[in-house]
């Protein structure tokens, strides 16, 4: 038996009262941060990402949003400065 499935079994032994109170003191997570980060991630993606119409191909454009998707954005803003001379 796993320690999920023991942790199944107390659980449905507890009475609604108990389960109340463990509920009451289960911490929550709050997905505002969580939210936050990923929003800003995307908001730096579409600010430095080339637009289909800056590129001379669709190949081109497609190989190049599909190795920002591979290492990052970040990673990416930093190889493309050392590429064009801003370190």
């Not at 107390?10 to 109170?21: G, I, S, V």
């Not at 908001?43 to 430095?48: A, D, G, L, P, T």
Request: net charge positive; hydrophobic share 30%.
């Amino acid at each position: 038996m796993t320690n999920v499935d023991q942790l199944a079994e107390m659980l449905k032994e507890l009475t609604p009262r108990q389960l109340q109170k463990l509920m009451t003191k289960t911490t929550k997570v709050d997905g505002s941060k969580i939210r936050e980060a990923r929003n800003s991630r995307t908001e730096k993606y579409f600010s430095v990402a080339p637009k289909p119409h800056q590129c001379l191909t669709f190949d081109t454009y497609s190989g190049i949003t599909d190795y920002m998707h591979e290492i990052g954005t970040e990673t990416w803003l930093a190889q493309s400065s050392i590429h064009r001379g801003k370190q």
